[in-house]
Structures are given as structure tokens and as C-alpha cells.
């Protein structure tokens, strides 16, 4: 009995330790339920933000408007819901799985403007990651060039110049119906025949959003 005890001991003593689970609020595949989660945690969030105004909020308030929206589509095996509106705004959520719990996207298009929201949902909760899709804009730039879409030197049409002088938003992000892959178009529109063209991915890899540009895979 004693042999059978240190045996027991033993083998628990060189287990690998057991990795924390999710709480139970960031378990699940549900793209309505974490949209419901998230609305209960903004209520919260939201008005303790409301007493600091010497932090940029912006990405939060975004999300409190993003999940207060009818939403027109509801993928949900596929943890993709979208709505469009008449003030030509358009919203897209869409959920991505990962061992710790899950990342919660929220984008919003409209009027030369990107809007975007990241929530990490873990063990420790709900946390903003407001970079989570950011590209500098040397990088914009870049992606822009790689597609072809930069005129050469001397010759009309769109410079890097002219895109560090944009006014509003130069990416646009379309969230996946299905798949870990975010899309990344153009977003300017002068002249017309830049705009909507495909200048590269953001993959959901090792639960972190990393840029691809067009041609070749994450690493």
C-alpha cells in the first residue's frame, strides 16, 4: 500500500502542470453569446471609462454602438454576424477560438472611416487589445505598393505621398464568414481604381493577428 502510494505521488510530482481553463464566461463558439457577454461587460467598462477622460476610450465606445446594432446577419456556426444601416455605416462581429478562450472582432465601415474593437476573453477576463489590427501606416503604405498600386516616380496617379496625406482610414478589414483570415482592401478611392482592391491578409496565428501581404503565408 505504501509502494502503491509513492507511486501515485511520484507520478503526479512529474506531470506537467495542469494549464488554467478559461472562465467560464470566455468558453464559448457562440458568436451571439460572446456578443452578450461583451455587452454585459461594457456596462460595466463603459461607465468606470466615463471618469477618465485622459485615455483614448474611442475603441470601447465603439464597441458599446457596435453591440447595441440589429444584426441583419447571423452566421452563428460560423461566429460571423453583420448589419448594415441607413447612415451607410456597416458592422461586422466575428469570433476566433483559441486555447485560452477567444478574440471577439467588432469593425465598423463607414464614411471614409475605420472603426475596430478587439476583446481578448480569457482566465483573466475581458481585455481591450485596441492595437490588435493596427498596421503602421509605413506598413499601409507598403502593402499598398506591393499590389501594384503606387504609380511610379514622375508618372500620375496614387504616391505614398498622397496616402500619408489621407484624411480618413487607407485599410478597410472585412471579417471572415468562416476561417481565421481577415481580408485587407484599399480604402481610398482617388483615383477609382484603387479602391477596393486586395492589398493582403491579417491570420489569426498563435492567438495574435499578424500582417500578410499579398503572395506569401504567416509564419
Given at each position: ?7 501515485v ?5 512529474s506531470?506537467?502542470?495542469?494549464k488554467?481553463?478559461?472562465s ?16 454585459a461587460?461594457?456596462?460595466?467598462a ?14 470601447m ?13 447571423r ?5 460571423y ?8 455605416t ?8 483559441n ?22 476573453c480569457?482566465k ?14 509605413d ?9 501594384g498600386?503606387?504609380?511610379p516616380?514622375g ?24 476561417g ?10 482617388e483615383?477609382d ?9 491579417l ?13 506569401t503565408?504567416?509564419?
Amino acid at each position: 500500500m505504501m509502494l502503491l502510494k509513492a507511486v501515485v505521488l511520484l507520478s503526479l510530482a512529474s506531470a506537467p502542470p495542469a494549464k488554467p481553463a478559461a472562465s467560464a464566461g470566455c468558453a464559448t463558439t457562440n458568436i451571439e453569446t460572446a456578443l452578450q457577454r461583451l455587452e454585459a461587460h461594457l456596462k460595466t467598462a463603459v461607465a468606470s471609462a466615463s471618469k477618465d477622460d485622459s485615455v483614448d476610450n474611442s475603441a470601447m465606445y465603439f464597441a458599446e454602438e457596435a453591440v447595441g446594432q440589429t444584426w441583419t446577419i447571423r452566421d452563428v456556426p460560423n461566429g460571423y454576424m453583420a448589419v448594415g444601416n441607413d447612415s451607410f455605416t456597416a458592422f461586422e462581429a466575428a469570433l476566433f477560438k483559441n486555447p485560452e478562450g477567444y478574440h471577439l472582432v467588432l469593425v465598423g465601415t463607414g464614411d471614409s472611416v475605420i472603426n475596430t474593437a478587439v476583446y481578448r476573453c480569457d482566465k483573466s477576463g475581458w481585455t481591450l487589445e485596441k492595437n490588435a489590427l493596427e498596421v503602421p501606416l509605413d506598413k499601409a503604405i507598403q502593402l499598398y505598393d506591393n499590389a501594384g498600386l503606387i504609380a511610379p516616380k514622375g508618372k500620375p496617379g496614387l504616391t505614398r505621398k498622397d496616402l500619408k496625406d489621407w484624411g480618413g482610414s487607407i485599410l478597410a478589414y472585412h471579417l471572415p464568414r468562416k476561417g481565421r483570415v481577415i481580408r485587407i482592401t484599399s480604402y481610398v478611392d482617388e483615383p477609382d481604381s484603387a479602391y477596393g482592391k486586395e492589398l493582403g491578409t491579417l491570420e489569426y496565428v498563435q492567438s495574435k493577428f499578424q500582417v500578410v501581404p499579398l503572395k506569401t503565408k504567416a509564419k
